[in-house]
């Protein structure tokens, strides 16, 4: 099998190029990337003969399309809404197969801060993102949307314990990327990059859709805050979470749902700094008049604190999941939750979160060119990992060291 990774020069692409490579299916990792110095930076840390690499702008309609037809499946790890989508195009009208982690799903485009993203002439949003998923399906098609950590492995737990229940009421996914606790205090915000920071700082601003009430309700990111105890695994730690639009697919696949919000998890603190500077107007995309020099408030913001929030020597940083799925079973009220705590690579220099996102990628790229998802068009990760290819799934992340506990209480 021939796998072909967009953005495989960046820290995300050859994290799934490295999880790729230890299949022995794949016979081909290919990487394609703008920038020359990246692949050539991922093809000597990945030290790999299977390791081919591809210098291709992604807006060259000919050029993208001839390079898809070399390979059986592609994995999308480009971090912004214009690339992603150019490659979406391109795949879907040449019937090539592919995944896809972006925090977005394609059938239903988010309609704030759209990062570039070019529409055809004439159509809407949702017009394009129903066009996609008729042109993918006219095609044959496969396109898992939406799947890495959050969205992905959140989608494919949460969908698991629906169908556990004879009737699901509410699904709450809290998920998140945390620096480990001895670097907290070295950090602003109480948190360490492992993902594009100005993608975060969007997610913290826009608005989201939620499930309140069986009715699709548009609530401000970054609200909704809550504290639990993760008590699992070992582990016994206070966190905080908020609002967030990480799993967007759950609003059209699952609107039978009475309640349904994903939130992301960070340290204690972290979102009291991310309210304040919302409130200073730091994080506002509008211009403003500094002594006669019109700059954007977000723009400064992350000029400033970035080089702050990067890992130093020796850091490295956690994922957290715990997300409840509560409805009936056997007439009896039951939650069915999951929970994953899970520690960065330091042998091989993999984050835990290029770990929990790259490797679900991987294993779902995989899985796609191995035929095991028949679904055409635009496809959810909770409407195509499931039965034996969920515990295909479980299965492949626990052979990474990768460990999700499923717990079920019963009440009454």
Known sequence: ???????????????????????????????????????????????????????????????LTALMKQYDVGINTLPDRRTSYMVVDAAVRCGFNF???????????DAYEVEGLLLPPGMTLNEYGDWIHDTAVKNRVTFMD????????????CGEGI????????VVARVGGVPVKEAVARHPLRYMITWAFSHVLREYVIKVCVLQDGKVVEVDASTGRESFTFDKLGRHEDLE?????????????????????EKTVRW????????????????????????????????????RIEPRLRAQPGETDVCVMYNTVVGIKNGKKTKISYHLWDEADTVNSVSSMGRVTGYSAAIAGVMVGKGMI?????????????????EYFIKELEKRNIRILETVETFG
């Open 374 to 390: 028949a679904e055409k068009g635009i496809v959810a990760p909770e409407d195509a990992i499931y039965g034996a290819n969920y």
């Open 99 to 109: 995944v896809d982690i972006l925090e977005e799903y394609h059938r239903r485009p």
């Open 241 to 261: 979470c908020a609002i967030t639009p990480g799993m967007p697919s759950f609003i059209f696949t699952r609107p039978t749902l009475k309640e349904f919000s």
């Open 146 to 157: 939406g799947i890495g950590f959050a969205p992905g492995m959140s989608n494919v737990t």
């Open 1 to 63: 099998m021939k796998v072909l990774v967009f953005g495989g020069g960046g820290k995300m692409g050859s994290t799934v190029a490295f999880d790729l490579l230890r299949d022995p299916s794949v016979t081909v990792a290919g990487l394609a990337d703008r920038s020359h110095g990246a692949l050539e930076n991922a093809r000597a840390w990945l030290k790999s003969p299977k390791v081919v690499t591809h210098q291709v702008d992604v807006s060259k309609k000919d050029e």
């Open 163 to 170: 169908r556990k229940l004879d009737h699901a009421e509410s």
């Open 268 to 303: 204690p603190g972290h979102w009291d700094g991310v309210q304040t500077l919302k409130e200073c107007g730091m994080l506002d995309l509008d211009q403003v008049d500094v002594g006669g020099i019109k700059v954007v408030p977000r723009e400064v913001l992350l000029a």
